[in-house]
């Protein structure tokens, strides 16, 4: 089992910056993998982007490059997403999921655990 808790989340304005975390406990070692996506109202759940435990390169969905970062920490149980430069269509519920597929991939139905999901609410 692998639990996965998101946190950071919050209302705030645009321009400006957030740092969503992701805790990882369990069986860690069994996936490979973490990406984030988001939902927002009224679409359908979208990658934002995914970086290995192992480290190596991140990648990103084409609408958030440039202003997302995700990194992970070198104990390989957090992983974070960066947030610059907030747009009001950034507004989402960002989840936190892990995979033990062997690369980055943005198909869902690869990841096998998610969390709970933070809100991030962005107003103009």
């Known amino acids: 089992q692998v639990q996965l808790i998101e946190s950071g989340g919050g209302l705030v304005q645009a321009g400006d910056s957030l740092r969503l975390s992701c805790a990882a406990s369990g069986r860690t070692e069994s996936t490979h993998t973490l990406g984030w996506f988001r939902q927002a109202p009224g679409k359908e759940r979208a990658f934002v982007g995914g970086i290995r435990w192992s480290g190596g390169m991140a990648s990103y969905a084409d609408s958030v490059k440039g202003r997302f970062t995700i990194s992970g920490d070198n104990a390989r149980n957090t992983v974070y997403l960066q947030i610059n430069s907030l747009k009001p269509e950034d507004t989402a519920v960002y989840y936190c999921?892990?995979?033990?597929?062997?690369?980055?991939?943005?198909?869902?139905?690869?990841?096998?655990?998610w969390g709970q999901g933070t809100q991030v609410t962005v107003s103009s």
């Open positions: 999921a892990a995979s033990n597929y062997l690369l980055v991939v943005p198909n869902i139905e690869k990841y096998d655990y």
